[in-house]
């Protein structure tokens, strides 16, 4: 009668499984090509950045890491875009302006509603604790655009002055 190997405590294997029988799966998983007897091979990783999901993870973080978070984010999309993981999108650009304003302090040009209200944000957090010198957030007053600095329906409301008052 063939010794019982007790292989299935603790590894969810029945117990009781005959030594002999062990020996011979592990003979023939030895003469399996190389390729079948390697653990599963992962799955490839869906990789993707939003800017959104970036600015909420920037608003939760102390000041004292923003900096340090964004230049690990820098690291990981310049990781990615060299292996061919991702492939630039507006998102991915968003998050590489921001680190850049950073490193330079100076706002890019372009930025829609949302990112300008989380580059004020973020900004005021920063130069509230002087991580960014107070200048940063004149460019803000200076650097706007001429649409936001005109009060909204200034032609109208010059036309309804003149029909208000015709000549």
Not at 39 to 57: G, Q
Not at 60 to 81: F, G, M, N
């Given at each position: 009668m063939a010794?019982?190997?007790?292989?299935?405590v603790?590894?969810?294997l029945?117990?009781?499984?005959?030594?002999?029988?062990?020996?011979?799966i592990?003979?023939?998983?030895?003469?399996?090509?190389?390729?079948i007897?390697?653990p599963?091979i992962?799955?490839?990783?869906?990789?993707?950045?939003?800017?959104?999901?970036?600015?909420?993870?920037?608003?939760?973080l102390?000041?004292s890491?923003?900096?340090?978070?964004a230049?690990?984010?820098?690291?990981?999309?310049?990781?990615?875009l060299?292996?061919?993981?991702?492939?630039?999108?507006r998102?991915?650009?968003?998050?590489?302006?921001?680190?850049?304003?950073?490193n330079?302090?100076?706002?890019?040009?372009?930025?829609?509603?949302f990112?300008?209200?989380?580059y004020?944000?973020?900004?005021?957090?920063?130069?509230?604790?002087?991580?960014?010198?107070?200048?940063?957030?004149?460019q803000?007053?200076?650097?706007?655009?001429?649409?936001?600095?005109?009060?909204?329906?200034?032609?109208?409301?010059?036309?309804?002055?003149?029909?208000?008052?015709p000549?």
């Amino acid at each position: 009668m063939a010794a019982r190997l007790n292989c299935g405590v603790g590894l969810g294997l029945p117990e009781g499984i005959p030594a002999t029988r062990v020996s011979n799966i592990r003979q023939e998983m030895k003469k399996l090509p190389s390729t079948i007897k390697d653990p599963a091979i992962p799955r490839a990783r869906i990789i993707s950045y939003r800017f959104s999901a970036f600015a909420r993870a920037i608003d939760d973080l102390p000041v004292s890491q923003i900096k340090t978070t964004a230049e690990d984010y820098h690291e990981c999309i310049a990781w990615d875009l060299s292996r061919g993981n991702v492939k630039s999108n507006r998102n991915i650009e968003n998050i590489l302006a921001f680190w850049r304003f950073l490193n330079s302090n100076r706002l890019p040009p372009g930025l829609s509603r949302f990112e300008r209200r989380f580059y004020l944000r973020t900004m005021g957090r920063m130069v509230r604790h002087s991580f960014l010198p107070a200048m940063v957030l004149d460019q803000f007053k200076s650097g706007g655009s001429k649409k936001s600095a005109q009060p909204k329906n200034s032609s109208s409301r010059h036309r309804q002055g003149d029909l208000a008052n015709p000549p």
